[in-house]
């Protein structure tokens, strides 16, 4: 079993649409996939509870109970995916032990990347692997093209995969559904296949390095 956590400490980073069309990528790769939702505000549960489309089971955990919870909820599962909790610490730090990599969703704003100072330490406090994922981008600006160079000093790896300002990311998450589903040949959903592939590709690397 694989896990992967989408954290940040910032609220309106993107965090719950790109772990509810990563988990469900993975689903609908055939990966038995569970999705845990560790924010409070329930938007992965209630995207779950609405759907009537082919997605992933969807558990809520709350808490620093992560790390014994999702051992025991995951047994059965692939992959884990753990949508995290915006400013509540204790949540997120469980949620990094529990998780074989970190992806810290990001706008391009200083607000957004500084905040992701606390979620990396607790990564690099715990040796588990880390990796920013640009989010909401909005392309051809200034901004979309300047963000790494404003990454490089935390000296963690930028994800190739990114995600833009679509209006079908917020339309399928209200649907129920994942924009693979909603619009299955447009932007939206292509940007997330490169982003499952380009994780499956790390979760390869990780199995192949731990044996």
Known sequence: MHVVSVLSEKGGAGKSTIATNLATAFHLNETRTLLVDADPQGTAREWGASSDADTPVVAGVEGASLGDDVPRLGGQFDVVVIDGAPRLEETNVAAVRASD?????????????????????????????????????????????????????????????????????????GAGQSVLQY?????????????????????NQLSETNG
Do not use: Y
């Not at 040949?185 to 490169?194: D, S």
């Open 183 to 203: 619009k299955p040949n447009g932007k939206a959903a292509g940007e997330i296949e490169a982003l499952h592939d380009e994780v499956q590709a790390l979760l």
């Open 101 to 173: 990599l970190v992806l810290v969703p990001v706008r391009p704003s200083a607000a957004d990347i500084w905040s992701a100072d606390t979620i990396l330490q607790a990564c690099k406090a715990t040796g588990t692997s880390a990796r920013f994922v640009v989010s909401s981008q909005v392309v051809g600006t200034a901004l979309a093209k300047r963000v790494e160079e404003s990454l490089d000093s935390f000296n963690v790896p930028v994800m190739d995969a990114r995600t833009s300002q679509r209006v079908a990311f917020t339309e399928a998450l």
